[in-house]
């Protein structure tokens, strides 16, 4: 890649040219003239002797968008760099976007469009765990392959989804070890947004608290997507006191919830939180005065100081406004065109049998949070680390583990 890039710093912005020199694969890559299409193209996917389609999925709408706007630009960055440096096996990529619009049937009905009318080569999409169980089917009977970015809940692999994300082993079992030793904690209470991801990261943390932790769930309460009374939920937190809140609220509800919990007085100097759901994006919307001293547990915080982190958040903020933010699925996301280009040019071929077999074992020595692995299960090897919420509305980071191998099945949390 670094051979491409040299050429690309002349006639790139150099803002740009930072981010896309910020990637480093680690992987076979094929160079100089492009093969025809029909010798890298065996099952009738969109691709000619020029071009490649690809396909984007995710909620431009409704309450999921608060959170996947930032997905959706950190992946057209991504292909924009691509596209800069050469493309993909001498290919410019060219993207088909859908919108799912916070509805999980739409995802499905989006999805099947993409794969068996547009024929794309891949898709980038979903937020949400049942948007993403929405699409599963489709993506399995079509053999299409999606790259799912968003921290999750684990018990899933599947040939024809690479997660980008952190599963729960990498984010929730790691961060309560971190606040249950740090804070002393014993008693939680467990909120969440009233789906598949939520329910079942809380089904995970309460096995965790009280199997390993020796401790006490003292509460324990959803609620539907979009949400904004909050009221009676927080006078049950403040009759109970847990040590901490173990929070994974979603979306808009976000907003609502964190006001609210201000306005009632549960502040960080009165009550530990730590959320496994709010990122800068979210921040963005709910301010960050509002959650300030507060803990998230993630895999990339935007103020990671490296530099590779730097140049990317250099050319995303060049391209999307100064006043843009990343979070962790944001950056995430990003990573999904690379890891697509580096397992198809590996593999010689669009063909998603052949770049799904190329990709483990494929690297990211320079990824904005470091350095990623995609493993055999699909899922990256990947660090945790935890962040306090300042009021400026980012992170300052305060724990990181060594790297994690990811483990989507963990026994005794089935």
Same mark, same amino acid.
């Given at each position: ?11 790139? &912005? ?393 483990? &989507? ?6």
């Amino acid at each position: 890649m670094e051979s491409r890039l040299t050429g690309v710093r002349k006639t790139l &912005p150099r803002r740009l040219a930072l981010g896309a020199a910020t990637l480093s694969l680690v992987a076979a890559s094929v160079f100089g003239q492009a093969a025809l299409a029909d010798s890298v193209n065996t099952t009738g996917l969109a691709v000619t002797d020029t071009e490649v389609v690809v396909g984007q999925l995710h909620s431009a709408t409704g309450t999921m968008a608060i959170s996947e706007t930032g997905s959706i630009q950190a992946e057209r960055l991504a292909i924009e760099q691509i596209n800069a440096s050469g493309g993909v096996l001498g290919r410019q990529i060219r993207v088909i976007q859908e919108d799912g619009a916070s509805d999980w049937p739409t995802f499905a009905e989006k999805a099947r469009k993409l794969l068996v009318g547009d024929k794309v080569a891949t898709v980038f999409g979903c937020w949400t765990s049942a948007s993403r169980k929405a699409v599963l089917p489709v993506f399995e009977r079509e053999n299409g392959l999606l790259y799912y970015p968003t921290f999750y809940e684990g018990l899933e692999q599947s040939k024809n989804v690479i997660y980008t994300g952190q599963e729960a082993t990498q984010q929730v079992l790691a961060g309560l070890d971190w606040i249950a030793k740090e804070k002393g904690a014993k008693t939680f209470y467990l909120i969440g947004s009233d789906y598949i991801w939520p329910r079942t990261s809380m089904k995970i943390a309460r096995k965790h608290i009280e199997n390993v932790l020796g401790g006490k769930v003292v509460g324990e309460d959803y609620y539907p997507l979009g949400n904004t009374q909050f009221g009676s939920l927080i006078n049950k937190v403040k009759l109970r006191k847990p040590d901490v809140v173990f929070a994974a609220v979603v979306g808009g509800s976000n907003v609502a919830f964190y006001k609210q919990m201000k306005a009632a007085g549960v502040t960080a100097d009165k009550q530990n939180l730590l959320t496994i759901s709010v990122t800068e994006d979210e921040l963005l919307g709910i301010g960050g005065e509002n959650m300030t001293g507060f803990y998230a547990s993630m895999k990339y915080f935007q103020s990671l100081e490296n530099p590779n982190n730097a140049a990317f958040v250099e050319a995303f903020k060049a391209k999307f406004g100064k006043d843009s933010v990343i979070g962790d699925v944001t950056q995430a996301a990003y990573l999904g065109p690379w890891l697509w280009k580096a397992a198809v040019e590996k593999a010689g071929s669009f063909d998603v049998d052949k770049v799904v077999a190329a990709s483990p074992g494929l690297e990211l020595t320079t990824a904005p949070e470091g350095y990623v692995k995609v493993h055999d299960n699909h899922h990256l090897w990947s660090k945790t680390r935890i962040g306090q919420i300042q009021s400026n509305g980012q992170f300052k980071a305060v724990y990181e583990s060594d790297l994690i191998e990811p483990n &989507p099945f963990p026994e005794g949390y089935q």
